[in-house]
């Protein structure tokens, strides 16, 4: 079966070190991959997309890589603040108009 | 642009009672998500619109919920009867689909959060 997975932990670190996030898949071949951010409360937010033919997108502090050999993607964020304290998902489509989400991971960034 | 908007925010309500949920899309955008929320399970799809149209709904539990679209501007998702098991933040999302210049991102409302006791 179709399966998305994110580490269900929530991740701690260091005020100004660099976290990575992790999204796996299993019996998907997404043409594109997206990360989203959700605070408590919200509703999620766009971050960043990376297509099937690219290996690494950047915006700002935060850096995407997408291997569709293992069927991974890391997420991300240098000189991490306590402002980016959040949940992030990752999410992907194999198709044009369907987007299926993983479970999110919590970041926590400590002063 | 007033982005995404739900309604209620908020809803608590007894089982056994038809609870509907509304929401209005981001002008111009042709595709409309209804996806539930929960600690267990995540973010769940349960269908979407592509045009008004209902393309995929085999995300919808069972015959207790239905979701329409009468107009590019408005949708709705009913629970009928509802359940204390179906308690969830609902979220309502769209998006620009077929634009040669549109990245796929979906926006988001703020969510309802229904309680059922």
């Not at chain 2, 179906?86 to 998006?95: E, H």
Request: net charge neutral; proline share 5%.
């Amino acid at each position: 079966s179709q399966k998305i997975e994110q580490n269900s932990e929530a991740l701690n670190i260091q005020e100004g070190k660099t976290a990575t996030l992790t999204c796996n898949y299993t019996n998907y071949s997404p043409a594109y991959l997206q990360w989203y951010r959700q605070d408590p409360g919200r509703g999620p937010v766009f971050l960043l997309l990376i297509r099937e033919n690219e290996k690494e997108k950047r915006k700002e502090r935060l850096k995407v890589t997408f291997d569709t050999t293992l069927k991974q993607s890391l997420f991300h964020i240098t000189a991490s603040q306590p402002a980016d304290s959040a949940t992030y998902l990752c999410a992907l489509s194999g198709g044009y108009n369907k987007l299926i989400f993983g479970a999110g991971t919590r970041l926590a960034v400590h002063p | 642009d007033a982005g995404v908007i739900q309604s209620p925010r908020h809803e608590v309500t007894e089982m056994g009672q038809e609870v509907t949920l509304r929401c209005k899309p981001i002008s111009g955008h042709n595709s409309l998500f209804w996806y539930r929320q929960t600690m267990m399970r995540g973010l769940e799809l349960l269908i979407y619109f592509n045009n008004n149209v209902p393309i995929d709904d085999s995300g919808m539990p069972e015959d207790r919920f239905s979701a329409k679209m009468p107009n590019a501007s408005f949708s709705t998702l009913k629970i009928q009867p509802s359940e204390p098991r179906d308690s969830a933040v609902y979220f309502c999302a769209s998006r620009n689909s077929g634009s040669v210049t549109s990245t796929g991102e979906l926006f988001f409302g703020e969510g309802s959060r229904l309680t059922v006791l």
